[in-house]
């Protein structure tokens, strides 16, 4: 489509008017590119959002002109301006929302590419973790921590262990005679004791 064919009976007063309103929302939309993926593409949103805007809301000031008004100026003179038809903002707008897109597919469709983190088992967490710690700490072997925690157990006694030093404390003289009912229930457990 030929500019000149869509701009026939407007003046150049709206054509300059026009493109102010256009640059202004091709000036955002080159920010928002940069912003997503850097500045090729937030050039090429501008030149997309003017280049599909522009034209659009053209065509709209042509199809449906708007009113003027006048206003008093900061000098104090009567001034006369354009006001815009719900037509064309709807025109500059539908332009703006769908050059992003094109500016998108003609970079090669960088922001459909967005890195999508994985979903991490607490395992790998706390195995994560471990290693931080292990290198902030400057410990030489991995840490032994409970299944799930991050607690500790090296160092710790094992239940068995524990059973083991209550039932058969390593001190002489100080052993505890279990009831025969104690000792079947802990056989049945099938824990090696002492």
Not at 14 to 35: C, H, I, P, Q, R
Not at 113 to 129: C, K, L, Y
């Given at each position: 489509m030929r500019l000149a064919g869509v701009a026939k009976g407007l003046t150049r007063a709206d054509l300059k008017s026009v493109a102010g309103s256009v640059g202004t929302g091709s000036?955002?939309?080159?920010?928002?590119?940069?912003?997503?993926?850097?500045?090729?593409?937030?050039?090429?949103?501008?030149?997309?959002?003017?280049?599909?805007?522009?034209?659009?809301t053209l065509a709209a000031r042509a199809a449906r002109p708007g009113k003027t008004r006048t206003v008093i100026n900061e000098a104090g003179?009567?001034?006369?301006?354009?006001?815009?038809?719900?037509?064309?903002?709807?025109?500059?707008?539908?332009?703006?929302v769908v050059s992003p897109l094109v500016a998108d597919v003609a970079m090669g469709g960088g922001m459909a590419r967005q890195v999508e983190p994985t979903a991490t088992s607490q395992d790998q967490t706390i195995m994560h973790q471990m290693m931080q710690r292990a290198a902030v700490n400057d410990m030489q072997l991995p840490q032994e921590v409970a299944p799930y925690t991050q607690f500790q157990t090296a160092?710790?006694?094992?239940?068995?262990?524990?059973?083991?030093?209550?039932?058969?404390?390593?001190?002489?003289?100080?052993?505890?005679?279990?009831?025969?009912?104690?000792?079947r229930a802990l056989q049945r457990t099938g824990l090696e004791l002492g």
């Amino acid at each position: 489509m030929r500019l000149a064919g869509v701009a026939k009976g407007l003046t150049r007063a709206d054509l300059k008017s026009v493109a102010g309103s256009v640059g202004t929302g091709s000036a955002l939309a080159g920010g928002f590119g940069l912003m997503a993926g850097g500045p090729a593409l937030g050039a090429a949103s501008a030149v997309a959002d003017f280049a599909l805007a522009y034209p659009l809301t053209l065509a709209a000031r042509a199809a449906r002109p708007g009113k003027t008004r006048t206003v008093i100026n900061e000098a104090g003179k009567q001034v006369t301006e354009h006001v815009p038809s719900r037509l064309e903002g709807a025109a500059n707008l539908i332009g703006s929302v769908v050059s992003p897109l094109v500016a998108d597919v003609a970079m090669g469709g960088g922001m459909a590419r967005q890195v999508e983190p994985t979903a991490t088992s607490q395992d790998q967490t706390i195995m994560h973790q471990m290693m931080q710690r292990a290198a902030v700490n400057d410990m030489q072997l991995p840490q032994e921590v409970a299944p799930y925690t991050q607690f500790q157990t090296a160092g710790l006694p094992n239940r068995n262990q524990f059973l083991n030093d209550y039932i058969y404390p390593p001190v002489a003289g100080t052993e505890v005679e279990l009831p025969d009912v104690v000792k079947r229930a802990l056989q049945r457990t099938g824990l090696e004791l002492g």
